[in-house]
């Protein structure tokens, strides 16, 4: 499985220790996970916020699966779950298995949403048994060998695989989808990036910790936090993801090093705010962008700028400040783009522009982009 020779498209990346920047090399080893025209699809976390996503986009996508499995936790195995979409078993029903390593004879493609540590305990089971993994989770995201794919921004990226392609954390895939269309225009030097995450990104149980929670708040019950480090309900929690060595969480650093790697640009510089908030779906970011002081060169112009995020694959654009309008988590969760609104021009800097980027990170920044790039590798 491992590949040293750096290849053409290496991007040197950080660790979160601050060790010495690794080459991204991906491994052109595809061809040893052919991709049936009706695979078997297996959701690996399948009773989970992004497991029960996947299985809505699956069907309404028309996933040309030959047959969908339900895997979870031995907790959940027996229950069933609703999917009437192409490999549905006639009673429109999923029974979920229990995930062990058995579990992946047969299949094709493995959706794992079940956290960093279950892909990690299962992985070589599932490519022992010839299928290939594309995983929600950190556990693979900066490894070498596996490409880390946003399918609007390095679709290539996907065919050069071992076994293993990752999605993105949430909120650099909105950030990159947005941004990749500026990056043609003229080299990004810096971006600085505020998040709003929903607490449906902490998982199906934090969710339910923000509702219930704002209940007992209102009716005056006192309650503890169990999902996040503090109460959720009416307030702002400026960490996501544990504290680094040098101050910034892990939810952070990853913006930092995974957008290096999907823009294939070691050189862009990231500053990452991340902030939980009271919201339960869709994530929200305030991003700076910086151009390239020659960005001149490029006759850049605030109407450059909105017309190549207008005409962006999986980008509406809703700036109409005249009207209030502008996108926002309440109105952008279920829906599959990535929406961007105040583009404007960032007056204390050269070459500066500030925009407002939101999507429904359940979709676009978990499942539905998984099922893209499970669609990339379909003959
Ligand atoms: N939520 C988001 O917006 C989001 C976005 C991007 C990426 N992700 C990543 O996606 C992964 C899942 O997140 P989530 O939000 O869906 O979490 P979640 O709601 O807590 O769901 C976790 C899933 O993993 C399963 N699981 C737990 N332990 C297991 C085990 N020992 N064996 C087999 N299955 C097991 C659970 O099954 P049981 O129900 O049986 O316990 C459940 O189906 C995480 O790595 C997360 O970082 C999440």
Known sequence: ????????????????????????????????????????????????????????????????????????????????????????????????????????????????????????????????AGAVIIDNSSAYRMDPEVPLVVPEVNPADAHRHNGIIANPNCSTIQMVVALAPLVKLAPIRRVVVSTYQAASGAGQAAMDELYNQTGDFLAGRSFTPQAFAHQIAFNCIPQI?????????????KMVVETKKILHNPDIQVNATCVRVPVLRSHSESVNVEFDAHAGKYVLSLSDVRAALASAPGVV???????????????????????????????????????????????????????????????
Not at 241 to 253: A, C, H, R, S, Y
Not at 326 to 345: H, N, S
């Open 1 to 128: 499985m491992l590949i040293s020779a750096a290849g053409p498209g290496s991007v040197p990346v950080a660790s979160p220790t601050g060790a010495a920047p690794t080459d991204f090399v991906p491994a052109p080893q595809a061809g040893d996970y052919p991709i049936p025209a009706n695979p078997v699809v297996a959701v690996c976390g399948a009773t989970g916020a992004v497991g029960r996503v996947m299985l809505e986009t699956l069907e309404r996508l028309d996933f040309p699966a030959s047959r969908v499995r339900a895997l979870a936790s031995a907790r959940s195995a027996g229950t069933t779950i609703p999917y009437t979409g192409p490999g549905a078993p006639d009673s429109g029903q999923l029974t979920v298995e229990e995930m062990t390593p058995d579990s992946f004879q047969g299949v094709n493609i493995a959706l794992f949403s079940a956290g960093a540590a279950i892909t990690k305990q299962f992985a070589a089971d599932v490519n022992a």
């Open 241 to 253: 993801d544990v504290f680094l060595p040098d101050g910034q969480t892990k939810e952070e650093w």
């Open 317 to 379: 654009v809703i700036d109409d400040p005249e009207h209030l309008d502008y996108p926002m988590p309440a109105f952008t969760a279920g829906r599959d783009e990535v929406f961007v609104g105040r583009i404007r021009t960032d007056p204390t800097v050269e070459n500066g522009y500030q925009m407002w980027v939101v999507a429904d990170q359940l979709l676009k920044g978990a499942a539905l982009n998984a099922v893209q790039i499970a669609q990339l590798l379909l003959p």
